[in-house]
């Protein structure tokens, strides 16, 4: 095992084994000066060849120890041996060439590093990308662009293109969709990065309308294995643009920007959030996936359905659980009453006024704010599914019945199981024409439990435990890749399934020594 594969497995292993859990995550630990030998690798000789010297970081300075901890804080004991900040794609490409010299391993981390499975943490030379957050907007104003009508506004398709750095997020990004009716398809979850969002797919609450983020990649430039720079766009190395419209971050280079074309809505949505208690659950969850899969083929409506629960005691967790559904449609809120009338009728009478009055006209901006989330940073473990069938009433009641099993944690956020509606635009791309390959999904399950670093040692092992019962509930050899589980057995046939072989032969093209990459990654042939 080479020093660059023993950073990247043998620590998040070791890991592994001290919790008794075997996954195929690589928790890069913070390397043992052994490790790279001598007095280490030159950081000295890194710091001049950057375009300004304090953009590198190293353990015990404030803003490295700001830094290093990702998102996901059940990795955040994996410390980096350095930090850059790059401000430029002259920065990253000096950061790849010294760690490929180096023999260090290189990871990207755009946003707050959300990768469910730590794979933006290293014990090498972490490149945080958030200087690089410029957007340019180029609104092409195409005097041909079809425009759509719906009953309470026109789509323009089409209307124009802006470019992002890798560094923004979608809380950076909002607020200038908002501003000018754009329809970018998007997360919700404000500190996400569009880097790792758009890489992996990306599915929010117009993708049924306007697809994933990735199907609005026009072109990305990034730097590759060899420290050079790559444009690539259905014109240019067409077979690394199919790769990295889905085959997920850090697998072929650190991309530097995004250039995404957007349309243009004029008019109003209507906005939902329904909330039942748990009595309700099954009756609730059947009704709305039922909706979700008459309206399949529909690109008008959006919905997550939500259930979970919070708390530290069984009589808390019974309290809190509830089932919910929250989304917007292209359309009024009358129309989205007929439409969801069969969910509207359920609980009691005060969830039922309660649900009703939720449903408004709102304009996309208002709704855009009303949907997006702010999430705190904390321990979590997740996993996800791929469903082509709405959830039996019998499977929901099983779901519900362990929700309630719950051991519990003070972190609010609890667990979370939902289930992201697809159909629409997502699904009118062929499976194989980009390598995001799951365009017959009815729904993206997503499982998440979050505890906190107040709640005992064991943590990980007893929501790990308490996960996998709820998964085997809901079976599925199929995953998310934006949704990384590093517990899985058969990971990239479950992000890519068929699309895996050609994945194989643009990784061999682009980066045959496997420069980039995590134990999940995409192999050279
Ligand atoms: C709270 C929360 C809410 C979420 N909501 C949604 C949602 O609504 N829809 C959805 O589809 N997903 C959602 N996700 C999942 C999210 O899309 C993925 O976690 C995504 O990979 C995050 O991207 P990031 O850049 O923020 O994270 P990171 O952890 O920084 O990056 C993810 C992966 O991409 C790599 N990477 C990062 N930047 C680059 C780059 N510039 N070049 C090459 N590789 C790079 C990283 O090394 C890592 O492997 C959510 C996640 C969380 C934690």
Redesign the pocket.
Known sequence: MDRRTLLRTGFGAAIGAGLGLSPTTMAHSAPEAAAFGGDGPDLEELRRALSRPDYLLIPGQPRYEQLAP???RQFASVRPLAIVTPRSPADIAACVRWAVRNGVPI??????????AG??TTGGLL?V?SLMTDVVWRDDARASAPVVGYSTGTMTKKAGTLLVE??V??GMLHPQLERGNIVLP????S???????V???????SDKMAG??CDRLVETR?IGADGEWITCSEKENADLFWAVRGG?????????DFTLDYDKYHGTVAFYRFSWSIDTAVDAAVALQRACADAFRDPRLHM?IGLGTSGTSAQQVRANASVTAIGQFYGSARELRDLLASALRLGTSSEQATNAASIRDVTLAEASELLN?D?APAP?T?ASAVLTEPLPGERIAAVRDHLLTWPGSSNPDGVDIAL?ALGGAVNDVAAEATAYVHRDALF?A?F?VNWSERDPASSLRVHREWLDGLTALVPSTRA?????DPYLRDPQQAYYGRNYARLRAVKSAYDPSGV?G?AQ?IAPQ
């Open positions: 990702p998102f996901n990871t990207p981390r755009s946003g707050l590093g959300h990768n469910y794979f933006s490149l990308l890798a560094g997020t979608n998007t997360g919700r979850c500190s996400v990065g569009v880097a790792g969002l890489l992996g797919g990306g599915i929010g609450f994933l983020t990034l997920a971050g850090d697998n072929f280079g650190i991309h530097f997550r989330e999430v979590f997740g992201f993206i997503q998440n998310y890749q934006n949704f990384p980039f995590y990654g």
